[in-house]
């Protein structure tokens, strides 16, 4: 007679977890796809103030969220979840988002048209750069959209709107995960856990940023060389030192020499992206975020020179983080929006006799690896509502160091509308 072999219960409830759930109805992905180059981001001068607000928010989200650890975020993604959501807003909700966003004067209408304007013209930019914005809405089949805010979504957002059942979290999360996997190239692979989904979900809005680049150079003259990356001492916060793989490069690059940190910018293939180096002249960061809040971006790539050959020493690295951003918005004055009975989204759902919706949670997972070849990186946001009831060198050469061999600043950035698509900092911890 055969022995019964007794498995505990704890250990089958271990192994189903593990098992990954099978999408079969995966959510559609829409984002424009140019197949023809533009010389430029065309933005009027209002638009151009936009841009100058988004990139000032940019800087006060992340002193706001920086611990003093690596740190890769989306100030970009972030703001097209928001402007999605505001769009399903009203009264001192949708006045608190579009401020903190930049749009506090021109309104909805406003974010709505210059958030088409990007999503259409930045992939367009350089279409040898890989830069995806994608946007999705998954939606509690209990509770429809209007119509009025699904057409918008989808007409100035390529939101991808999808109806189901919110009865099995695993599958809920399972499909979220799916579209994250498949809106980066598979660089973020998972954003939610089904334990973080609340059981009065009523939707998810959802924005994936996708940038995957080559350094500008050839295969002859790359702008880093593998067998140049070596060993090298990096200089922690607290003035201890660790080994990191530093890559190096001799070339003209522009840069500025401001107070209290330098700037070196990096170009990506064909001089329309960048990544922006900003080390601060001693081992923390906090002093230089804090100049940044009150710096315009635009006033810092514009002192950039171009007259000198730079020595540069630049870390190899790979972050990821995942934060929760409800605390943070909050500070930086986005409140009402998560006040359950005080939060005005009546322009989102259609109506339901004594329900009322807010935001629960908003999340983002980001990443970034930097290496010889160039850099990836992606951002994915998720929004979750609920309900209740109820450069050129003079004749001389000159050259300076630019050793990022302590804890500084990086922006990725598109140089003809000034966007910020990614912003971190690199403490090499």
Known sequence: MKKAILIPVACLLAMVSCQKIKV????????????????????????????????????????????????????????????????????????????????????????????????????????????????????????PLLPSFEETVESN?????????????????????????????????????????????????????????????????????????????????????????????????????????????LPYAHNKYYMYILLPDGNDVKPLLEKLKTTPWGEITGSLLGDAEVHLKLPKFDIENKLYLKETLDALGVKRAFQENLAQFDRMFVPKPNTCFWIEKVIQKARISVAEWGTEAAAVTVVEMVKESAAFPGEETKRIDFFADHPFVYVIGEVTSGAILFEGVYTGK
């Open 24 to 143: 079969t109805d995966p959510i559609t992905m829409e984002s424009p796809s140019p197949t023809e180059q533009i010389t430029k981001v065309t933005l009027n001068e209002t638009e151009q103030g936009y841009m100058a607000a988004g990139n000032a928010m940019a800087f006060r989200f992340m002193d706001q969220v920086y611990d003093g650890n690596n740190l890769i975020i989306s100030p970009l993604s972030l703001q097209y979840a928001l402007a999605m959501t505001a769009n399903g807003a009203s009264g001192q909700t949708l006045q608190e988002i579009i401020d903190f966003l930049g749009y506090g004067k021109e309104g909805i209408d406003a974010l709505n048209a210059y958030s088409r304007k990007l999503i259409e013209q930045l992939p367009a930019v350089d279409i040898n750069v890989a830069l995806k914005l994608t946007d999705a809405i998954l939606v509690n089949d209990e509770f």
């Open 157 to 265: 957002y390529y939101a991808a709107v999808e109806s189901m059942p919110f009865t099995n979290p695993n599958y809920t999360a399972a499909r979220i995960n799916e579209w994250a996997s498949r809106s980066t190239n598979g660089f973020i692979d998972k954003v939610l856990d089904e334990k973080e989904l609340s059981p009065d979900a009523v939707a998810y809005l959802m924005n994936a940023l996708y940038f995957k680049a080559k350094w500008a150079g050839t295969d002859y003259e790359p702008m880093f060389r593998e067998y140049a990356t070596r060993k090298e001492d990096f200089t922690l916060t607290d003035g201890s030192t660790k080994q990191v793989d530093m890559m190096r490069n001799v070339q003209y690059h522009r840069y500025a020499i401001r107070d209290g940190y330098k700037v070196l910018a």
